[in-house]
Structure formats: structure tokens, C-alpha cells
């Protein structure tokens, strides 16, 4: 599926929504972001997004990217290095299961919003929102051609 047909079958607003509500939870930042093709390993593909998207400077250095490259059906989330740091190896398994589940099923806008809302119920436990924190990335999708 190219990537028109993707992003014309998700329902962004749900997703940014989700993106708001979860970060009503957490310090995390959660983005969101699609291109194509990673052209190249993904994860290190992954690394340079978030790297160009600012993720590092968030105060916490709590930033997490759900990065899917939909012509080829894969995707990675990465978390920001007090991420890393600080949650249990596999943390994000069991969301990365579910969602590869839904993608397989098309249900795409349905798996990003479940893992999103894993994602701040997960990062909840270690990061919770401080009565102080501040909304440091945007919540809108990111969108590479």
C-alpha cells in the first residue's frame, strides 16, 4: 500500500487525540511519524528521525517515536535515552506485538491509538506527569514523502 493510501485510511485526529490523552499521564512526549520507505535499516533510519525531529531536547529527555514506514508495512518505537535508561529491556514488546497484529488485520489508525495509550500507561509508572509539565513536541503526525 502506498503511502497516500495509507495516511487517507488513518484517522489522524483520533490519533493526535490519543496522543494528548496520554500525555496527560506521563512526562513522556509522544510522536507519531510516517514515511514510505526507511530506505535502509530501519532503526537507524528510526534514530536520524528522531534526531531531526528535535525528540533529544525535550527537557526529560523523555521523548518516544512510534516510526512507521507503511509501503513496507514495518515500524519501531524508540524512547529517548532516561527512557532507555530507565524501564526494563523488552518494554516495548508486547505493544510492538499487539500493533503488528492490527497492522496485519488494516486496522492502522485502531493499533497506533492502542499503542499510544500503552505507551502512557507504561511510561506512567516510571515518568509520571509533574503538576508543572509542559507539552514540549507537537502531537500532530509527522509526515515524510
Do not use: Y
Not at 500525555?23 to 535499516?41: C, F, M, N, W, Y
Not at 512510534?66 to 508495512?73: D, G, P, Y
Amino acid at each position: 500500500m502506498n503511502q497516500k493510501e495509507f495516511l487517507a485510511k488513518l484517522d489522524q485526529p483520533r490519533i493526535v487525540d490519543a496522543i494528548a490523552e496520554a500525555e496527560l499521564q506521563t512526562s513522556g512526549e509522544i510522536r507519531v511519524h510516517v514515511q514510505p520507505k526507511a530506505g535502509g535499516d530501519l532503526r537507524t533510519v528510526a534514530e536520524r528521525t528522531f534526531e531531526r525531529l528535535g525528540m533529544t531536547k525535550t527537557a526529560l529527555r523523555t521523548g518516544v517515536l512510534l516510526f512507521i514506514a507503511c509501503e513496507e508495512q514495518r515500524f519501531v518505537i524508540l524512547g529517548d535515552q532516561h527512557i532507555d535508561e530507565s524501564v526494563p529491556a523488552g518494554f516495548w514488546d508486547e505493544i510492538a506485538a499487539k500493533l503488528t497484529v492490527r497492522f496485519k488485520n488494516g486496522e492502522f489508525t485502531d493499533g497506533i491509538v492502542e499503542a499510544i495509550r500503552a505507551a502512557g500507561d507504561h511510561l506512567r509508572e516510571f515518568f509520571p506527569r509533574a503538576s508543572d509539565d509542559v507539552d514540549e513536541l507537537p502531537n500532530d503526525l509527522s509526515i515524510d514523502a
